[in-house]
């Protein structure tokens, strides 16, 4: 069975094709880049063969995913014969809000809930549903499943997901701690799990999704009672360029101070913060490193505010849970940094942290052990990977 993963952005389109019989094995991907724009942009991977990277305009969405379709079944680059090959397609959905707690097979009913949840999170539904309702036009008769960020942890209690501020806006708006990543946390959680033989029905998980997008997870027997991000994804962690948990009476101030308006204060939390804004070099941590190494003190700084804030945040969920077994560290941070983990992870030994800084320091991308054999808590690396997930999720609601 193959199935088409995509996860629409407002002006982008990633894609997988994976073929999902046996051992999942990816036929193809690529990124559609820059709709709308000028020039365009389009990436495309077939398995054992080089990238190939056009740059065109690519007016709109549906142009876009055209694109992948005809691309897929090209005579030269394609890996299908033809499109009937494509027997399913997953949809990466932003915001499920509290109408999908699990993932679903795509109707009418879903559309509505998952145009209506665009509400609360603009800058995502919309360009997913767009995805969907393009999708069913080019593929009219092929199912398509919609997996959310937000699922995994619709089982918070009300007390972990509540906000101090008058309840009604609740009631009448939804606002309430969502969380995001979900696929993410729980992927990694489970997948550690088997590795190590554990049955996560007994265990306390912290899993640690460290990206250019940040959050942590607090996972009691299986099922997510905390996570850092929120009503959106700009809570929690300080991120790339999202500020993460802030004091709202500081934000106040800033506003007044330098005048601005709703859309500039979204643009400065969201794009403009981080450690892009307190170091003033870059988002990326390969970049900040490199800046650090050459005596940046900018880029030490916000380095040593995000490993401290992640640090908060295990000790926080270590109180939640009663207790830990496992910390995970993922994401494109969390696979590869290792500065980052061990900056984490120092001065944890109260806690029964212990790392291995030989085994951390070579470790990348890869599913590894890094706390010593006598530290009461294990610390691991796994690798994440949201698009199989997707596809698998899809592979079980399309029949
Ligand atoms: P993601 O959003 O999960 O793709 O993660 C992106 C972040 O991971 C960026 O800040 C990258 O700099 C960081 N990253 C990726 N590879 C490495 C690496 N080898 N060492 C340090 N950071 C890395």
Not at 80 to 97: C, D, M, P, Q, W
Not at 150 to 171: D, M, N, R, V
Not at 283 to 307: I, K, M, P, Y
Not at 323 to 342: A, K, S
Request: with cysteine; hydrophobic share 40%.
């Amino acid at each position: 069975m193959n199935v088409l993963v995509l996860n629409c952005g407002s002006s982008s389109i990633k894609y997988q094709l994976l073929s999902m019989d046996a051992q999942p094995v990816i036929l193809a991907k690529g990124i559609v880049e820059k709709i709308g724009l000028p020039c365009g942009n389009f990436t495309y991977k077939a398995e054992g063969r080089d990238k190939i990277a056009i740059e065109q305009p690519i007016a709109d969405h549906s142009i876009g995913m055209d694109l992948i379709l005809k691309t897929l079944v090209d005579p030269k680059l394609g890996v299908l014969s033809s499109l009937n090959e494509i027997n399913a397609v997953g949809h990466r959905v932003a915001h499920g809000g509290e109408y999908f707690p699990e993932s679903v097979k795509i109707d009418k009913e879903a559309k509505a809930k998952i145009k209506a949840l665009g509400e609360i999170a603009p800058l995502h539904n919309p360009a997913n549903l767009k995805g969907i309702e393009t999708m069913e036009q080019l593929l009219p008769s092929v199912p398509q499943v919609a997996v959310f960020d937000t699922s995994f942890h619709q089982t918070l209690p009300k007390k972990a997901y509540i906000y101090g501020i008058p309840y009604e806006y609740y009631e009448k708006y939804g606002v309430r701690k969502y969380g995001f990543h979900g696929t993410s946390h729980k992927f990694v959680a489970e997948k550690a799990c088997n590795l190590l033989g554990w049955d996560i029905r007994d265990k306390k998980i912290i899993t640690c999704h460290l990206g250019n997008g940040a959050s942590i997870t607090a996972i009691d027997k299986g099922k997510s009672v905390d996570t850092s991000m929120g009503f959106t994804p700009v809570a929690g962690l300080v991120m790339g360029t999202r500020a993460g948990d802030l004091d709202l009476g500081a934000l106040i101030y800033i506003a007044q101070k330098e005048k601005l308006d709703l859309n500039e204060i979204n643009t400065l939390v969201n794009k403009k913060s981080g450690v892009q804004g307190i170091s003033g070099v870059s988002s990326d941590f390969r970049e900040l490193t490199t800046a650090w190494e050459n005596g940046n003190e900018r880029a030490q700084l916000a380095l040593d505010v995000f490993a401290y804030h992640v640090k908060q945040y295990i000790g926080a969920y270590a109180a939640i849970l009663n207790g830990v077994d496992l910390v995970i560290f993922t994401g494109g941070i969390g696979e590869n940094d290792f500065y980052i983990r061990e900056a984490v992870c120092e001065n944890m030994e109260f806690l029964g942290i212990k790392l291995d800084k030989k085994i951390n320091a070579v470790t990348r991308g890869a599913d590894v052990t890094l706390s010593t054999p006598d530290a009461a808590i294990k610390v691991m690396t796994i690798t994440t990977d949201e698009e199989l997930v997707i596809a698998m999720e899809t592979v079980r609601l399309s029949h």
